[in-house]
């Protein structure tokens, strides 16, 4: 029987209940975060940033592992119930800060070497949170976050699959990934109606596969996808065709050794940088 920790209680002390607007659902099962805590592979002489601390059920788990917790939220209830919680705890840095525009430079710095990012991320901020740390791929050693199992499949779908996607390719380029722990909708308070994933992510010196012009890369796999259900040719020509005419797509399609006629998710990352790498050139 699964452990769970009597979060109704602790809210209560604060007079709080979650915030369905803000997608509140606090995990409550203590196997699930002690199997984050172990996929996280925190050494002792490493700092963990963690993300959404919540309720800090999390954060003291983390802190038994690492050599420094900084504990982000921006939730001003939460915030002060997590001061109140580990007050004295100089382990423990209670910071307020939106973790989708963290400056892990300065994190970094202050930490004096590569955190480790953990966090239980919910799913209308998953998106971004994830593009912002790639940026900052170099300044940390790797994270480990709790997701909907939908954006997990994502993340994680190969080329073909009806998941995958400019989240994929983007991720995939950079990044090696892997889908480590499952939680059911119990494994949270309140449950949801979804099930959820945490994914681990390893972040490489340089991308695997270089392109000609980064923003060119993300522009055309973005367009590529701007219309999924159209086929390559005309998906890129409506993301392209007010600064390119028809015959260069052409041109950088045949270029690229890519079926015009084919659809974008049947395209591997290769593909994709060859035919970026094509509409890099002067038209």
């Known amino acids: 029987m699964a452990r769970r920790l009597n979060i109704k209680a602790l809210l209560g002390k604060y007079g709080l209940k979650p915030k369905y607007s803000w997608s509140q659902n606090f995990l409550v099962d203590e196997d699930v975060m002690e199997a984050i805590v172990d996929s996280a592979s925190i ?52 910071m307020d800060a939106n973790a989708a525009k963290l400056d892990y430079a300065a994190l970094a710095e202050r930490l004096g070497s590569p955190p480790v990012v953990v966090g239980n991320l919910p799913y209308h901020m998953a998106t971004p949170i994830l593009f912002h740390l790639l940026e900052a791929k170099h300044l940390v050693s790797h994270w480990v976050f709790m997701v909907q199992k939908e954006m997990a499949d994502r993340m994680l779908s190969p080329p073909g699959s009806r998941d995958y996607g400019v989240v994929s390719i983007l991720l995939q380029r950079d990044l090696v990934m892997e889908r480590l722990v ?32 980064e923003r ?44 015009p006629n084919t659809r974008p998710e049947q395209l591997s990352l290769v593909q994709f940088i060859r035919l970026a790498d094509a509409f890099s050139q002067e038209p």
Not at 72 to 92: C, H, M, N, P, S
Not at 231 to 253: M, V
């Open 216 to 259: 060119m890369f993300q522009r055309v796999v973005r367009g590529s996808f701007g219309q999924r259900r159209k086929k390559l040719r005309n998906s890129l020509i409506a993301a392209f065709g007010a600064t390119h005419d028809k015959e260069h797509i052409d041109q950088c399609i045949s270029w690229a050794e890519v079926d």
């Open 182 to 213: 499952e939680a059911p909708p119990e494994a949270f308070y309140p449950s949801p109606k979804v099930h959820s994933t945490v994914v681990g992510f390893w972040p490489s010196d340089q991308p695997r596969l270089p392109v000609k012009d």
């Open 43 to 94: 050494r002792p002489d490493q700092s963990v940033i963690e993300l959404g601390s919540g309720l800090g059920a999390l954060t003291a788990m983390l802190a038994h592992r690492a050599k420094r917790v900084i504990a982000v939220e921006k939730d001003r209830d939460l915030l002060g119930l997590l001061r109140q919680e580990f007050a004295g705890d100089a382990q423990v840095e209670i």
